[in-house]
């Protein structure tokens, strides 16, 4: 067991009298020297037990006396829990706990009914729960300045109590019981207080979890911190009246309701809104933006490949741009029956499975060696082009690269193509648009120098041509996967979807009627 440490009896006044300023009231400076007299005397023999940032301040014979460690041990995980639900860091300065024996010395010391805090102190008794005051103490540290809604403030405590209530369920029997205070009322209800009004506390932490999960801690943050009138602080935050974010919370609580306990809600909340963001789709009531413009404006003013280009590269694209991406996209939606993932998504469905576990089993085939090229391509294309201005030179000293390292250069030659009509096409559009870089240089240059080191011609394919316009075009080689499968998709849609209404079910697919060339037959001893 861990020794407690002792406080010098002059440092407990000097904590005595900080106490004084925080529990007494301060009218005349004569009432202050009488009361600092008595409170003095009251605390001089308090002592004081330390663990990490916790420390605990008791009087003589404490019936707790023997489990402080396992004491602070509570208070600090409480504590982590709910910076984190807060999207606070975790405290790491001391937390002064006061820790009166109980109800009785505590109310007589203090002259409050129940555990509370001030200026930066928790006054805690048993046989209260650690999880509201500690609350109060963290909700001071997030937002020191309090906020215009105590509603909301009870709310949080009551969900940071870990009582394991389900306030979802209890805000709807308030609705069957026709005790339930609409949220117009409930945000100026100055009444509303976790230590005594249950009920409408219920609704308040309802209605917080309910902003935690749809909009996010910021927003909540926001809500908080706001001034003017709850209705004007609604619109201003969501575009919507109070009454219809009453529609919306109610209808997250009934979802909510069939989970067992707040607990399993609370760790719901801190996944929905762990501390990150998101560049690509700002969403909220009425509003989809996608990086910025409004979805209705895009559909309307934008083509499918222009939205693509948009989505992925985070700006509109130019007229040549727009061009290319439709290319792209068109390029490689098809390439017959026989590709694997086309074999995979025609397979699935003939098992007796839906479209879209057919289109999952497609994309799922896509891999290095079927859709992978334009990726490696990509890379390889986006690395050595640093190399030198000399393009050609660049071109060879891959090609040995490669010859030594017995690589095949991805992007060249087709089993089924000596010229892959798709390759032309796609180079001419980005001629016609004035868009040839040097990538796309490097890569015929490539195409040569395989003819002249190796002896036969590699044509540049498909999926060498769309590598290197990509480059040209600033997009990662990371991507390079993600363009192939946005084009095939809809060409695995039109196969599934004819191997579903045109096809018998289990039929023989892939490759001619295989031979066995296994053990013989055996029999297990």
């Known amino acids: 067991m861990r020794k407690p440490f002792r406080t010098p009896t002059a440092s407990l006044l000097v904590l005595a009298l900080i106490l004084l300023i925080a529990a007494c009231s301060q009218e005349q400076s004569d009432t202050k020297t009488a009361s600092a007299t008595a409170v003095d005397s009251a605390y001089s023999d308090w002592q004081t037990f330390t663990y990490g940032n916790i420390r605990i301040h008791y009087p003589p014979h404490h019936v707790r006396d023997t489990l402080f460690q396992e004491d602070a041990r509570a208070w600090s995980a409480i504590a982590r829990q709910q910076a984190l639900f807060l999207g606070i860091p975790e405290p790491t300065d001391t937390i002064n706990i006061m820790f009166y024996t109980g109800y009785g010395q505590g109310r007589s010391m203090t002259g409050h009914e129940y555990p509370f805090m001030r200026n930066d102190t928790i006054f805690f008794w048993l046989p209260s729960f650690y999880g509201p005051v500690l609350a109060r103490y963290m909700i001071h540290r997030w937002q020191p300045e309090g906020t215009h809604f105590p509603f909301l403030t009870e709310g949080i405590i009551a969900l940071l109590d870990f009582s394991g209530q389900n306030y979802h369920a209890l805000t709807l029997r308030n609705i069957d019981e026709n005790r339930f205070e609409p949220l117009a009322d409930l945000a100026v209800d100055t009444a509303v207080n976790s230590d005594t009004e249950r009920v409408k506390t219920a609704e308040a932490a309802s209605f917080v979890d309910f902003i935690v999960f749809r909009y996010g801690r910021k927003a909540l943050a926001s809500m908080y911190a706001a001034d003017g009138s709850f209705s004007a602080v609604v619109n201003g935050l969501f575009t919507i009246s109070v009454d219809s974010l009453q529609t919306l919370w109610l209808q997250t609580a009934r979802q909510g309701a069939a989970l067992d306990t707040t607990g399993s809600r609370q760790e719901r909340c801190i996944m929905a809104d762990e501390t990150w963001s998101t560049g690509i789709t700002d969403i909220g009531p009425g509003k989809i933006r996608v990086r910025g413009f409004a979805i209705t404006d895009i559909m309307e003013k934008l083509s499918y490949a222009e939205t693509v280009y948009l989505i992925l590269k985070g700006q509109l694209p130019t007229p040549a741009e727009a061009a290319l991406m439709n290319a792209i996209l068109v390029s490689s939606i098809d390439h017959g029956a026989s590709p694997p993932s086309v074999l995979g998504a025609r397979t699935v469905v003939s098992g007796g499975n839906s479209l879209n576990a057919a289109i999952a089993g497609g994309v799922l085939v896509i891999g290095d060696t079927h859709g992978g090229a334009i990726e490696q391509s990509a890379r390889l294309?986006?690395?050595?082009?640093?190399?030198?201005?000399?393009?050609?030179?660049?071109?060879?000293?891959?090609?040995?690269?490669?010859?030594v390292?017995?690589?095949?250069?991805?992007?060249?030659?087709?089993?089924?193509?000596?010229?892959?009509?798709?390759?032309?096409?796609?180079?001419?559009?980005?001629?016609?648009?004035?868009?040839?870089?040097?990538?796309?240089?490097?890569?015929?240059?490539?195409?040569?120098?395989?003819?002249?080191?190796?002896?036969?011609?590699?044509?540049?394919?498909?999926?060498?041509?769309?590598?290197?316009?990509?480059?040209?075009?600033?997009?990662?080689?990371?991507?390079?996967?993600?363009?192939?499968?946005?084009?095939?998709?809809?060409?695995?849609?039109?196969?599934?979807?004819?191997?579903?209404?045109?096809?018998?079910?289990?039929?023989?697919?892939?490759?001619?009627?295989?031979?066995?060339?296994?053990?013989?037959?055996?029999?297990?001893?």
């Not at 087709?414 to 559009?429: C, E, M, Q, S, Y």
């Not at 084009?487 to 289990?506: D, I, W």
Request: aromatic letters at 8%; glycine letters at 10%.
């Open 381 to 403: 294309l986006q690395e050595w082009v640093k190399k030198g201005d000399d393009l050609p030179a660049v071109a060879g000293e891959l090609v040995n690269w490669l010859k």
């Open 405 to 525: 390292n017995k690589m095949r250069m991805p992007g060249f030659g087709h089993r089924l193509h000596n010229v892959d009509p798709r390759t032309a096409k796609l180079f001419g559009i980005a001629a016609k648009h004035g868009y040839s870089g040097r990538h796309i240089e490097l890569c015929q240059a490539i195409e040569k120098a395989l003819q002249d080191k190796l002896g036969k011609a590699l044509p540049i394919n498909v999926d060498g041509a769309i590598a290197a316009v990509i480059s040209d075009m600033g997009f990662d080689w990371r991507l390079g996967k993600g363009f192939f499968i946005i084009s095939r998709v809809p060409g695995l849609l039109a196969h599934a979807y004819e191997e579903m209404t045109r096809e018998k079910p289990m039929r023989r697919l892939g490759p001619p009627p295989f031979t066995y060339d296994g053990p013989p037959e055996q029999e297990i001893p």
